[in-house]
């Protein structure tokens, strides 16, 4: 196998403890490499909610199959080692063997077909529908496409409905799906970058929206793949931002939203 040698990457192993070293070796064959977006810092996880999702996933995939490895490789997207550039256009991307992804579905599909114990795929047209527009709600008026913020809430309001109606703890069931790991990193964006630049909070009466956030948080696979605050208000930031705040959000000690409304809580326990 070829050695590609990626000098400024930091690599994480299944534990999720940096260590600098080379991108592929020798006798990697079976070992999954995941390259995600790097933080400002250039080696951190940044935010990206499609990095997240594949992390995510990996991270199910290793709770369940014994002998599945993997490592994850963070990658300046501003300057990306021209090693990285030859296998790859665009971030996520997945290596295991001579196989290389970087669609995200590709990646579900393979991850089940190749690690059978658990099956992170499944057909659920009703609940995939309901969620397929709030991303994009969110982008639009983050991005000033529109200023009207109802659009995004009301796509919040027929999530936290159709959870209410079907009373599951995830959106297709009672088991942790692929749409659970592609919905939560984007309501975890939506949470953080909403509030801090738009001054527009998932409303607390949501209470079936945010009992399924909440469920994100309880699970340790979650915390592991999330990236900070900062990271995610970093990667929605407008250019108009004074160098001020922005040179603040790079300097402070890394924050994680992983609560929930006490109202809510108390609800549900």
Known sequence: MQVILLPRSILYTNQLHPIPRSLLTDGDDQKVHLF???????RS???????HDVFLKLLIKCEIENDFNFDVITINRKNPPKEFKEISKKLPTLVHGDIFLNDIDDI??????????YKLSRQDSEAFKVQSNVFTRFTYLIKDVTNNPQLLLDELE????????RGTK??????ITGLDCSLWPKLQ???VAADYLLHLSIPVEYSSLWRYLGSAYEHEAFVKSCPSDQEIVLHWIRHETSPKEYLQLTKEEPKYSLDVPIAVYKHFH
């Open 36 to 42: 995600i977006k790097a933080g400002r810092d250039g």
């Open 45 to 51: 996880k940044g935010a990206c909610p499609f990095c």
């Open 108 to 117: 579900e599909d393979y991850l089940d077909s190749s690690f059978t114990n």
């Open 158 to 165: 027929k999530i936290n409905t159709f959870l209410r109606q």
């Open 170 to 175: 995830y959106m297709c069931g009672n088991e």
């Open 189 to 191: 964006h939506i949470r």
